[in-house]
């Protein structure tokens, strides 16, 4: 009876002792944890047993999505030969770590602390497109909030492939694609989401440099499953960087130029086309436009795949500048004034002069139309139908002298058939005290006098005839000059308007 009452006294005891020496220890604690600073108390609460190789997921079952979110900063360069786009992005991320969780009352109400990016678990997620390591800041933290969510920010300057279509150029539009996925976990793993919604992330152009060539026209976005095997299946988040060239510099430096020679050459038609000035104008624009090629070639972007239009106008231009010189060697060969130069052909002076000239609204030609003498054309046109002309000559006389139209005639051979002989000047009465004339002296001085004129006569139509052939020539030569150049402006014009409409659509699209 009187052991059992010490043993009801300690039973009463010992709970009041035990609950005196948990308050005592607790006071003790509290008191050796509130001389530590806070951040250092929670850093090591949350890293003293973690574990940074596994996944932090309590219930492996349950993936980890990560929300990812990008904010184009730059575009750098643009590399048409090789095909790679560098840009310097914001890229931002976050995914929640069950493991990294705490009650802010018992750490002086910390919400979030900044630790090591070593020190815990970082999903794999990098960009498909990668083909070089860029020179990117290392940014060592993350944000922890108190509930578990991990914030990764950091800067990156992303080399990456794309497929660029320079045609365009330089009224082009580049799509390029940034793809994040995890290179190794499956969507059973880590799943991808965006942080942001598509809209917001399309139009912020925030803190886009807006200064370079290249003008950013939005960013797309695309959630994607795709798999390797029939067994795995991967996230990916597809991010569509749009940029648009500025073209501007390029109009300034390259289509200007090449422009104002044009219109040179297109000029260069007023020059007479018997001026040999126009074929060294046109030769002088041709070797400009050859020199101006060869220094705009290094500005131009050169692909293995495909040409830009801009090059082929370059060389449509040259082949229209070498065209257009051609045109001009043959009018200019044309008109050309020869000796020995054959009339124009009755069928090229009707084509031509009749039915070309009213085709291009300049009237019909007037055309000379001679036909060569003939021996009885010229007998019957002698003289004014006179038969026989008195010559006087002094000191000789009168001389009876029958004037054939053959002495008049270009022909030289053919003169008078008879100059007056003695008998005629028998007949012929003298003066008193005239010494007799020298009949045969006479005779030969007025046939070389005669023949004399009619080589005048001769040399004299022959020049009026090829100046006709000439002038009969350089109207053809003024008719198809007009033409080919009408044809030359219609081509130029055509080629022109179609070029401007195709760069306003690409520019404006």
């Not at 045109?327 to 009755?346: S, Y």
Request: charged share 20%; glycine share 4%.
């Amino acid at each position: 009876m009187l052991l059992w009452v010490p043993q009801a006294l300690l039973a009463l005891l010992l709970p009041t002792l035990l609950t005196q020496g948990e308050a005592r220890h607790r006071g003790d604690f509290q008191s050796h944890n509130t001389s530590r600073p806070a951040l250092g108390r929670l850093s090591d609460y949350l890293l003293t047993n973690y574990k940074k190789g596994v996944r932090p997921v309590r219930d492996w079952r349950k993936p980890t999505t990560v929300a990812i979110d990008v904010i184009v900063y730059a575009i750098l360069s643009v590399d048409e030969k090789n095909q790679v786009l560098t840009t310097y992005i914001w890229y931002r991320q976050y995914w929640t770590d069950e493991f990294l969780q705490w009650n802010p009352e018992d750490f002086d109400n910390i919400t979030k602390l900044s630790i090591p990016t070593d020190s815990i678990w970082v999903p794999d997620i990098l960009i498909n497109e990668f083909v070089d390591v860029g020179k990117s800041p290392d940014i060592p933290y993350v944000y922890v909030q108190h509930h578990g969510e991990v914030q990764n920010y950091k800067p990156l300057q992303v080399v990456t492939a794309c497929s660029l279509d320079i045609y365009n150029f330089p009224f082009d539009v580049q799509n390029c694609s940034l793809t994040f996925t995890s290179w190794l976990h499956t969507i059973q793993d880590i799943n991808i989401s965006l942080w942001r919604l598509p809209e917001k992330v399309k139009f912020d152009k925030s803190v886009f440099m807006n200064q370079g060539e290249w003008e950013l026209l939005g960013v797309l976005t695309q959630f994607r499953e795709f798999s390797i095997e029939s067994s795995s299946c991967y996230a990916e988040m597809k991010f569509y960087v749009v940029i648009r060239r500025r073209p501007l510099f390029y109009a300034v430096s390259l289509l200007l130029p090449s422009i104002f020679l044009m219109v040179m050459d297109i000029v260069g038609f007023y020059l007479p086309p018997d001026s040999g000035e126009r074929v060294s104008f046109k030769i002088t624009l041709l070797l400009g436009y050859s020199v101006f090629l060869i220094i705009v070639s290094d500005t131009l972007p050169a692909t293995a795949i495909g040409t830009p239009l801009i090059g082929v106008y370059f060389v449509v231009c040259m082949a229209l500048l070498v065209i257009s010189l051609a045109e001009t060697i043959f009018i200019v060969r044309l008109v050309h004034k020869q000796d020995l130069q054959q009339p124009v052909p009755a069928w090229l002076r009707h084509l031509v002069l009749e039915r070309v000239a009213l085709l291009l609204c300049l009237g019909e030609q007037s055309t000379s139309h001679r036909c060569p003498a003939t021996p009885q054309a010229t007998k019957t046109d002698d003289c004014s139908g006179q038969r026989n002309t008195r010559y006087s000559v002094q000191a000789i006389g009168w001389v009876s002298l029958p004037c054939q139209c053959s002495a008049l005639l270009p022909d030289m051979g053919n003169h008078c058939s008879r100059v007056g002989g003695p008998v005629d000047l028998d007949k012929t009465p003298r003066g008193r005290g005239s010494p007799p004339p020298p009949v045969r002296e006479a005779s030969l001085a007025v046939r070389g006098l005669l023949q004399e004129l009619a080589s005048i006569r001769h040399f004299l139509e022959k020049r009026e005839e090829s100046r006709e052939v000439a002038r009969d020539w350089l109207r053809v030569g003024s008719v198809l000059d007009k033409l080919l150049f009408r044809i030359y402006l219609l081509a130029v014009l055509a080629y022109s308007i179609t070029l401007v409409t195709l760069w306003s659509i690409w520019q404006y699209s």
